[in-house]
């Protein structure tokens, strides 16, 4: 119901004030979860009732993408409207490429090089709302480089938490190391702190329109909870028990089965308990019916890795965080437009973090810069209830995943999906309409869609002048097959000796009780 507030003999309606003001955008993202990690994407095991209201709230795309299957390519995505090709940052800033990856792992090919930084003539989306009146925050994980690539070099007037370093250095608990975010006390949750900042910043600015990027480290490792909350899983977890394996073995490494690390849901319900502190405060500051929010994840849930962490299982969909699969690139992709007509609560249409940044502009009113090259597309006119076309959806990730991916490029058109991989130039074809799980390649029955895809991948990647990987005149066959096989025999034992620890009643980490199981990415 509208306020209406009398001034001598002027009528002021608040409701008036609400529509004539530009809309408040809160972009929150999560690093590597799943897509079916939260209550309203299916799970029976996580609780995150916090998030489940949002998307009530705003409307699902249930075919959302990130733009690449590991965090940096992804984050960049964002920020710039680009696919991978197109910027360049094809792999977590920090990973070995060339000569040094392929002698370390006795890869059949060399890594190419990619960029470290966002590239200084393009115009991320939080210098387009700023350029345009909004106040910008950055809070929490960057991993986008350093030096002039920064968050404060990039449009971000306010930067708290965001540095170079990409998982929570020193944990989810005071004492943890970050040069742009002290802790206040012995214990402090970062999860917390980052949504209470956001908060702070929200209300400080709260009488002009804001663009405030809240990037949690939370879900990545190290897997840390409480006591309380790890009781509580851990419970669900020994009355979930099934006669289903584990873990099972993928091409190079095995991968969790089930959703049931108790550690890791305390950290997703973590993640979801800072959700609701941020949205509580958007209420009582009576700015949540002018303020758009975004959730998603910048790739795929871990399931498996080089290190032997697992965290989460993906369901019905093959692979994880790193892996050219659904797993790895499919999402949670949530966008709530307060007073948006005709807005429907689901929409299947295939959309990836490319079109955040012309979609929230659109939404905002703003037009992008003609000088800043975007490849991906609004999104307000099927928020409205109307039609799209058909298009063509890329990734480019030339690499090797430390969870168990190989370097692929990809294009998904329709319900046809089709992977290329660089190491023996050999293509898969899936329909995802009727394998979502991606168990039955159909390239042979389907030969005509499989040459005109890859024909148009090709083009893609020339026109971006993509890097590509050389083939390791070094490679040993023989060597590396004995590695996987090994690999696998012994760490599903592993897996299995920490599975048993974690859910044991009597399980105690450490003195401070948080767990840390660390990955390399």
Avoid at 254 to 281: C, F, T
């Amino acid at each position: 119901m509208a306020t209406t507030l009398f001034v001598g003999c002027q009528k002021i309606d608040k409701s008036s004030d609400i529509k004539n003001k530009k809309p408040n955008v809160i972009f929150i993202l999560a690093d590597d979860l799943g897509a079916h990690d939260l209550g309203f994407m299916g799970s029976k095991f996580y609780e995150t009732p916090n998030l489940d209201a949002l998307a009530k709230q705003g409307t699902i795309f249930t075919q959302g993408y990130a733009a690449a299957q590991v965090c940096s390519p992804s984050r960049a995505s964002i920020l710039l409207g680009k696919f991978t090709a197109n910027h360049g940052i094809t792999d977590w800033i920090g990973a070995d490429y060339g000569k040094s990856w392929s002698d370390k792992f006795n890869s059949k090919i060399m890594p190419p090089n990619y960029k470290r930084t966002l590239p200084k003539e393009d115009i991320t989306i939080a210098e387009a709302f700023k350029n345009n009146g909004y106040k910008t925050l950055f809070a929490g994980k960057w991993h986008l480089g350093k030096g002039e690539s920064t968050p404060e070099n990039h449009g971000f007037e306010v930067n708290i938490g965001g540095w170079e370093v990409g998982n929570p250095k020193g944990g989810y608990y005071a004492p943890w190391e970050n040069p742009k975010l002290a802790y206040k006390y012995l214990g402090e949750n970062l999860t917390k702190r980052l949504a209470e900042e956001t908060g702070g910043f929200i209300e400080q600015h709260k009488d002009q329109p804001f663009f405030a990027f809240l990037s949690f480290y939370a879900v990545h490792t190290p897997l840390q909870t409480t006591e309380k909350k790890w009781k509580k899983y851990r419970e669900k977890a020994i009355a979930n028990q099934t006669d289903e394996p584990n873990f099972i073995s993928e091409r190079i490494l095995p991968v969790a089965n089930k959703q049931e690390n108790p550690i890791y849901a305390g950290l997703v319900a973590s993640m979801d308990d800072a959700v609701g502190v941020l949205m509580r405060k958007l209420k009582a500051l009576n700015l949540d019916k002018n303020t758009i929010i975004v959730f998603t994840s910048d790739n795929g849930g871990l399931v498996s890795s080089r290190y032997g962490a697992f965290a989460t299982n993906n369901l019905q969909l093959r692979g994880g965080k790193g892996y050219q699969w659904e797993g790895g690139i499919r999402e949670p992709y949530v966008i709530k437009v307060p007073n948006l007509k005709n807005k429907p609560n689901t929409i299947d249409y295939p959309v990836s973090g490319v079109d955040f940044y012309p979609t929230l502009l659109d939404l905002a009113g703003i037009s992008p810069d003609k000088t800043q090259k975007i490849d991906g597309i609004s999104l307000k006119p099927i928020l409205k209830g109307k039609n799209l076309a058909t298009r063509s959806l890329f990734w480019h990730y030339p690499h090797y995943g430390n969870q168990g991916g190989e370097p692929v490029s990809i294009i998904r058109k329709g319900n046809w999906k089709l992977i290329h991989y660089w190491e023996n130039n050999v293509d898969e074809l899936y329909n995802l309409l009727v394998d979502i799980g991606e168990k039955n390649n159909v390239i042979t029955q389907n030969e005509v869609i499989a040459v005109s895809l890859r024909k148009e991948l090709d083009t893609f990647l020339a026109d971006s002048k993509a890097e590509f990987p050389e083939i390791n005149p070094n490679f040993d066959a023989k060597k590396s097959e004995k590695t996987i096989a090994t690999r696998k025999q012994k760490m599903i034992k592993n897996l299995e000796k920490r599975r048993l620890q974690i859910l044991d009643e009597n399980f105690k980490p450490n003195k401070d009780w948080y767990n840390s199981a660390l990955t390399k990415d």
